[in-house]
């Protein structure tokens, strides 16, 4: 029996493949020229960068600080921790920037740049004080609670304080972080309060956090407003609400508790 003869048929491109290739090879042409000058810049820049590290003219001969008041020459070297003679690009600007935040607590944003040929600029802002606290001395805190330079025997003015702030375990210094309940919660009601406008021309004059569980707000010297613990939103518009109705009067009125489902208003014994 004559055995059956097998052929392998080659199989032709298909008209898609042609296509692809077609289009493959116009988008290569295409994207030559700006391939060439992408190439171009970058080893242009490399030349450049590398002549820039090894030149004299690129020694770091400037330190400016902006926003921190005068300082010498001398002072902006080692508040940033840098020395004359540098080279302007061997310069690690990120730790330029951690060692200032570092050493400087009060300063919330650093910006650290290079100014070719030969300066470093550093940009910064401080953090601004919310409230005070009593610790053995009165100091500022931020909206962060940080610590801020400067502490008084006496109470700073036109600044709300907090009473019954507890100290930080790792001990009180510029740049240590109040962490108490309470503190926090005496932070968030004053910037509630300050972003609303509930108070109006009235001021906050301090607030109590001895009781964690009971904050109070004193308010015009004398009138306490007593918030609790929580849900603090809901209680500031009732009160945005009995303002509009009552006139707050020190003489008249001894407390408002917003603790319940009833609002109360504790009239001043005689």
Same mark, same amino acid.
């Given at each position: 029996m004559a055995k059956q003869l097998k052929y392998k048929v080659k199989k032709k491109p298909g008209f898609l493949t042609f296509k692809l290739v077609g289009l493959a090879a116009q988008i290569g042409r295409a994207a030559l020229p700006y391939l060439i000058t992408v190439t171009t810049v970058v080893l242009l820049g490399a030349a450049v960068y590398g002549f820039a590290k090894g030149s004299p003219a690129f020694e770091l001969r400037e330190v400016r600080v902006l926003n921190a008041g005068t300082m010498t020459a001398e002072q902006a070297f080692k508040f940033c921790a840098l020395r004359p003679g540098e080279n302007l690009f061997d310069i690690?600007?990120?730790?330029?920037?951690? =060692?200032?935040?570092?050493?400087? %607590?009060?300063?919330?944003?650093?910006?650290?740049?290079?100014? %070719?040929?030969?300066?470093?600029?550093?940009?910064?802002?401080?953090?601004?004080?919310?409230?005070?606290?009593?610790?053995?001395?009165?100091?500022?805190? $931020?909206?962060d609670r940080v610590v801020l330079p400067g502490s008084s025997a006496t109470?700073? @003015?036109?600044?709300? /304080?907090?009473?019954?702030?507890?100290? %930080?375990?790792?001990?009180?210094?510029?740049?240590?972080?109040?962490?108490?309940?309470? =503190?926090?919660?005496?932070?968030?009601?004053?910037?509630?309060?300050?972003?609303?406008?509930?108070?109006?021309?009235?001021?906050?004059? @301090? /607030?109590?956090?001895? $009781? %964690?569980?009971? #904050?109070?707000?004193?308010?015009?010297?004398?009138?306490? /407003?007593?918030?609790? $613990?929580?849900?603090?939103?809901?209680? #500031?518009?009732?009160?945005?609400? =009995?303002?509009?109705? /009552?006139?707050?009067?020190?003489?008249?009125?001894?407390?408002?508790?917003?603790?319940?489902?009833d609002l109360v208003i504790g009239p001043r014994k005689a």
């Open positions: 690690d600007l990120v730790l330029v920037q951690k =060692t200032i935040k570092r050493s400087h %607590p009060e300063y919330k944003d650093v910006l650290v740049r290079r100014v %070719p040929p030969s300066r470093i600029e550093v940009e910064l802002r401080r953090r601004t004080p919310v409230a005070q606290v009593y610790l053995s001395r009165y100091v500022q805190i $931020d909206k109470p700073f @003015r036109n600044l709300t /304080i907090i009473e019954g702030a507890v100290s %930080p375990r790792g001990g009180l210094y510029v740049g240590s972080v109040l962490a108490d309940e309470g =503190t926090k919660k005496a932070v968030q009601i004053s910037e509630l309060i300050k972003r609303t406008k509930i108070l109006r021309q009235r001021v906050l004059n @301090r /607030i109590s956090v001895v $009781d %964690p569980r009971n #904050l109070s707000l004193y308010v015009d010297g004398d009138v306490e /407003i007593r918030m609790g $613990d929580a849900h603090f939103i809901e209680r #500031l518009k009732i009160l945005d609400q =009995t303002l509009k109705t /009552i006139d707050l009067d020190a003489q008249k009125i001894e407390y408002i508790d917003l603790r319940f489902d």
